[in-house]
């Protein structure tokens, strides 16, 4: 029997994903190594809680959820997370869109 545990009855990929490629975001939580980060040891430190990152790429687990890649700066890590796991680092009430080049201003 598989030891995978699903978060909820969510499914996540039928909405586009909540973080952009680039987008600044703060882990919410100290990220240890469960022993899928090569080159660490189980239970290094990955990612502090509140440190600082880049998403730098978009994937899928369990046809459910989007994991995040983050780029974290201080560690210089590059971690796979949930979107529960991850905080924007400015908030989404502040973020303005930005027009596509040549849009009128």
């Known amino acids: 029997m598989s030891n995978i545990v699903r978060d909820s009855d969510v499914v996540e990929l039928s909405a586009p ?9 703060r882990a919410k939580r100290t990220i240890r190594n469960d022993g899928t980060y090569a080159g660490k040891e189980i239970g290094d430190i990955l990612a502090k809680k509140g440190e ?13 959820f989007y994991i995040y890649g983050v780029e974290f700066m201080e560690s210089g890590n590059r971690v796979g997370m949930k979107r529960k796991e991850l905080d924007p680092v400015t908030p989404r009430d502040e973020v303005e869109d930005i027009p596509l080049p040549g849009a009128a201003s």
Do not use: A, H, R
């Not at 994903?17 to 975001?25: A, L, R, Y």
């Not at 600082?52 to 459910?64: A, N, P, R």
């Open 17 to 25: 994903p909540f973080f952009n490629f680039g987008e600044k975001v």
């Open 52 to 64: 600082v990152g880049y998403v730098v790429s978009i994937g899928t687990f369990l046809q459910q």
